[in-house]
């Protein structure tokens, strides 16, 4: 790097430290506008700081990984997700506004009632906020620390030392400089800069792709050279091919690089089966954060545009140009970070790692402060000291700010591969997903059923996933078998004790009013009708679910000259835009929606 491109590092790192300390008095009145912004973000700036928290520097590490070892078709691993993020939209975003929580843990103590929701509220807040938010911020920082190292970043500053120890100055330096704006400022520090970051990381993405398909000679020459390099189908966007000799039906590609068992645990499982089928998570911080349930769900749907359908193909060009350009490079995820020092010009490389130590930031600065929420509300509010001040609140969220940094620093030290831990993360969260989504339609769910789920997901994703005599090495057989024995723990918890009691049945159906057969006895007891049409919103999830995955394969198809499945994409995205546009006219038509303009 040259002294301009240190000089542009520098200007955005201090304009970045400048918004933390401007907006550290108003994170600091109480826990509300701490955590969740007073309950007061715009749709935009809630929808953008949900995408940019989903824009890592690891992301395009472990995208070019994905592509590299297992063709685009690779990416269903997380592109199923998608799938829930529009059920996210259409069923979830307002009840967790109407919810008014400040994290998903809290909703155990409204939903259910007694110990066991005390237990329940506990326990997952203590799981959610270490082991697995730690995780995470320890495979963000762990993809900082290898674009620091490709780069030469220390030894450019006369720093020499062995491969640990610059790991560990890398990730002391990185973990120091996120926790000032992110423990200073709290939500509104993290989606002020979001606004600004994901922008920024989407620019460089940008760039990076350009110059990446330029050095290869271009889009056309892109894909001529791809299928040379390997001998599975990288470019192909689906595992499956469409008929053949003899055989006119759809088969599974014998090249496709991901196996047809991961496939269909993919489409047919992974999506409802994790720990945020019900939009929970981070994304519960910026619904509760979000001025009206109205804003809330525009939030949700701008998300997914800028999350699926805009930022997908610049990594994916990348990724099979670092293909093409490194074919014998072990670490396929360094193919990125190497692209980027070997063709980037003065100034626009400076430019580009700003734009990375943004995408880092965004992410990392979002997980911890959400770990720090359940930390702070979940375990000291609720069971250390129910009286504390709204000042000792926040210097206890500080507190944890700093103890979640700490530990996720040392999940990044001793990891070693982006896609690996990206993979622990999902299993360590599968299996509890169903009943996460059936306690907001069932009255019949209890506090049991849950904490089952929960301890069941994390204790068997660990054991399948980290322990060598037990280990499921195919991912999909994994995915299946952590489902179905959690789902059978549950099950058997549910029925085997006592449903919650009338009282905490009514209070929680009279807060969030949620559609559908489930709570007919606590409708007819509150003498209150449902604030949601399930009937239709479900109708809405499948027109979105063919917009949303239409536009993402049009814009591939088209890109990588694949133009029948461009237009078939097309017709497909369009035909679910035109329905879900009459199904909001008919929603206008049947019910306006509480908090919604049409009231």
Not at 229 to 248: A, V, Y
Not at 477 to 484: D, E, Y
Request: glycine residues 10%; charged residues 15%; proline residues 3%.
């Amino acid at each position: 790097m040259t002294l301009i491109d240190w000089l542009i590092v520098l200007f955005y790192l201090v304009a970045t430290m400048g918004v933390g300390l401007y907006l550290s008095r108003k994170g600091s009145k109480n826990l509300a506008e701490f955590f969740v912004s007073g309950r007061s973000l715009p749709w935009w700036l809630a929808g953008t700081s949900m995408a940019a928290t989903t824009f890592s520097i690891d992301t395009p590490l472990y995208i070019t990984g994905i592509v590299g070892n297992r063709g685009i078709a690779g990416n269903w691993e997380w592109w199923t997700f998608g799938i829930s993020h529009i059920i996210m939209v259409y069923i979830f975003a307002r009840m967790w506004r109407r919810s008014e929580v400040i994290t998903d843990a809290e909703l155990t103590e409204i939903r259910y009632g007694g110990n066991m929701a005390a237990i329940l509220r506990g326990v997952k807040a203590f799981i959610f906020a270490v082991p697995m938010n730690c995780i995470g911020i320890g495979y963000a920082m762990l993809a900082m620390v290898k674009v620091v190292d490709a780069l030469g970043i220390w030894q450019s500053l006369g720093i020499d030392a062995g491969e640990n120890t610059l790991k560990l100055i890398s990730v002391i330096g990185v973990s120091i400089f996120v926790l000032i704006y992110a423990g200073l400022a709290g939500l509104w520090g993290v989606v002020a800069t979001d606004f600004f970051q994901f922008f920024l990381a989407l620019f460089g993405a940008i760039v990076v792709a350009f110059f990446a398909v330029n050095s290869v000679g271009g889009i056309h020459e892109l894909v001529r050279q791809v299928p040379l390099s390997s001998d599975k189908d990288i470019l192909s966007l689906l595992p499956l091919t469409f008929g053949g000799e003899g055989n006119p039906f759809i088969q599974f590609s014998q090249t496709a690089g991901i196996t047809a068992s991961t496939f269909l645990a993919y489409i047919a499982i992974q999506w409802w089966s994790w720990r945020r089928s019900d939009g929970g998570g981070e994304f519960v911080q910026r619904f509760a954060a979000a001025k009206n349930e109205t804003e809330a769900e525009k939030a949700a749907w701008l998300f997914n545009i800028m999350h699926y359908v805009i930022r997908t193909w610049p990594w994916i060009l990348v990724a099979l140009a670092a293909l093409v350009l490194y074919p014998d490079l072990q670490d396929k995820e360094l193919g990125y970070p190497k692209l980027m020092l070997d063709f980037l010009p003065p100034a626009m490389l400076g430019l580009v790692v700003a734009s990375l130590i943004a995408a880092f930031m965004s992410t990392v600065s979002t997980s911890i402060n959400w770990g720090a929420s359940f930390v702070t509300n979940d375990l000291y509010l609720r069971f250390i000291k129910p009286s504390a001040t709204q000042t000792e609140l926040v210097f206890i969220g500080r507190l944890s700010s700093v103890l979640v940094t700490a530990i996720g620093a040392i999940a990044a030290f001793l990891a070693s591969d982006v896609a690996t831990v990206f993979r622990l993360v999902i299993a360590i969260g599968t299996g509890s997903g169903l009943i996460l989504v059936l306690r907001w339609f069932w009255w019949r769910v209890n506090a049991a059923a849950e904490l089952t789920a929960i301890i069941g997901s994390f204790v068997i994703g660990s054991v399948t996933s980290l322990v060598p005599a037990l280990t499921i090495a195919d991912f999909g057989l994994r995915l299946m078998f952590i489902t179905a024995s959690v789902t059978l723990l549950w099950v058997i918890a549910l029925f085997a004790t006592k449903p919650e009691t009338e009282a905490t049945l009514n209070e929680f159906y009279r807060r969030v009013r949620p559609g559908g057969p489930g709570w007919t006895k606590q409708r007819a007891s509150t003498g209150l009708e449902p604030a949601q049409n399930l009937s239709l919103d479900l109708q809405r999830v499948a027109a979105g679910i063919l917009l949303l995955f239409g536009f993402l394969l049009t814009t591939g198809g088209f890109l990588l000259l694949q133009p029948t499945i461009g237009w078939i994409a097309l017709i497909v995205g369009v035909g679910g835009w035109m329905w879900l546009r009459q199904l909001n006219k008919s929603n206008a038509l049947l019910m306006p929606r509480p908090g919604s303009d049409l009231d």
